[in-house]
């Protein structure tokens, strides 16, 4: 039997009282590069938390890498989905990336020659180089997403779990960091569940969608799940898929249903 | 001046607390948590005057006042947002009940004064002691956390993900915050702690752009502020408070004027070994 990097066995998770996910079944194989879509609100950040083992699950089981979901592990590298405040911080790329390094066990800081060569090899793993010795506050939005990447693969995880890191960013710097995330995914061959509210910018790098919506989940590739047949059913309402100059539009009878303005879901 | 013994044991004590107080105020910035230093100095006020109402030293007091408020701020925790009033009448309270027990202690009017301006000139040797003593304390739980707590205060996010409990890690540092305002009340009164917490991180945190670098400089400048202080109050014969205040604000306020780009002496260079 092959073991899956996640896998989520008739899941239930809640948040509070709210039932997010219910009853969602699906198996991702290693070194798969999942785009995870669905309208704010829709559970998206529910389910990395729950991967993460920052949730557990109501029902059912989710295994990552065949385990009970745990915090701390190793396995897994994270880019929460990002707060403005992180902008305003008086820190250096750097030291804001090394923050992160070994960052959960007590003692004093790692100042020695390993850490630094290991902190610099993440950042330079996502481009980053250049911007190390510079301010979060002089940043880009697409570059202060590279350092979060670096510090996501900081220990060489082989499973990474994205949240939303292509929000408020320009088509060019969200085509740049899918191409970047695909790079890294392809030559270190890890799991990545990429999270997003709009398909496009991930056509192409993605083998397959897990779209959530309405509590369910649908998981196959773009052409099995991305279709009229198989959201309706998902959302229980008519939903017309649209194919326009390559890029695929989710119409639902009332208007777009992955609307271009985004709020922060939970 | 340094022929009298209460000036070296004022230089001694400004000294050590300065450290800490430079250290901890760095996080304290860092964590955008200064009003809590501020909040806890008030209710320290409270401890110092009941304790000297019984009998007992105002530095343990202070310190048994602000330690019970820091834990209690720090399990409460997000509770406590948007808590602006909650959290104002209970200072209101504390300074409140500071007042009354100085009632009831009708003596000297100067204990007053010490407690809440500070008098760094009357520290006596066994004070001292017990601020070197709890200086290290203070200084090593900051050290054992200082990994986690950094990670925390810029990625909380990410360290909870990573198995840090960040309510933990909140209560250990206000505790540590705590010690740091009971020792420099003893410097600049618990209604001029801010001073030496605040000002030197805030403008160490301007002036470095590398982390660590602002930490020492933060402990630099404070200590350097209230040696100042100490001196210029010798000379002039004002109060030493006032003194390291005016350094500490004059500190800031050159710091908030230098060009940022130009003023870092500690660029990141990748090392060597990278490539």
Known sequence: MTEYAVELDRATITRGRRVVLADVTAAIRPGEFIGVLGPNGAGKTTLLHAILGLLPAAAGEIRVFGARPRRGNRAAGYLPQRRAAVADLPVCGFDFVASAFDGERWGLPRFGRAAQRRIEAAIDAVGAVALAGRRLAQLSGGELQRLLLAQALLGEPHLLLLDEPLISLDPHFQSEIVALVKRIQRSRGITVLFTAHDLNPLLGAIDRVLYLGHGRAALGTVAEVITSEVLSALYRTPIEVLHINGRIVVVAGHGAVEAEAHLHDV | ?275
């Open chain 2, 1 to 275: 001046m340094f022929e009298y013994d209460f000036m070296r044991t004022a230089f001694a004590a400004g000294g050590i607390v300065a450290v800490v107080a430079g250290a901890v105020g760095f996080f304290l910035v860092l964590r955008n948590l200064t009003f809590a230093g501020h909040a806890l100095s008030h209710v320290g006020f409270a401890g110092a005057t009941g304790a000297v109402l019984v009998g007992v030293g105002a530095l343990w007091g202070l310190l048994a006042f602000t330690l019970g408020a820091a834990i209690a701020m720090g399990v409460l925790g997000d509770r406590l947002r948007d808590r602006d009033l909650a959290v104002g009448i209970v200072l209101a309270l504390a300074l409140g009940l500071g007042v009354l027990f100085l009632y009831f202690y009708t003596s000297s009017a100067s204990e007053a004064t010490a407690i809440l301006f500070g008098n760094v000139l009357g520290v006596d040797v066994s004070t001292l002691k017990s601020l070197i003593g709890l200086s290290v304390i203070a200084l090593a739980a900051l050290g054992v956390i200082s990994r986690p707590l950094l990670f925390a205060t810029l990625e909380p996010e990410l360290a909870e993900a990573k198995g840090v409990s960040l309510r933990l890690l909140s209560v250990l540092f206000l505790a540590i915050v705590a010690v740091a305002v009971a020792e420099s009340a003893q410097i600049v009164g618990v209604l001029l702690v801010f001073a030496l917490m605040v000002g030197p991180a805030a403008a160490a945190l301007r002036l470095a752009s590398r982390l660590w670098w602002g930490l020492a400089f933060a402990v630099v400048l404070a200590v350097a502020e209230t040696w100042g202080g100490i001196a210029l109050a010798y000379v002039t014969d004002w109060p030493t408070t006032f003194w390291i205040v005016l350094l500490s604000c004059s500190g800031y306020f050159v710091s908030l004027f230098t060009s940022r780009e130009r003023t870092y002496v500690d660029h990141y260079q990748p090392s060597s070994v990278a490539r």
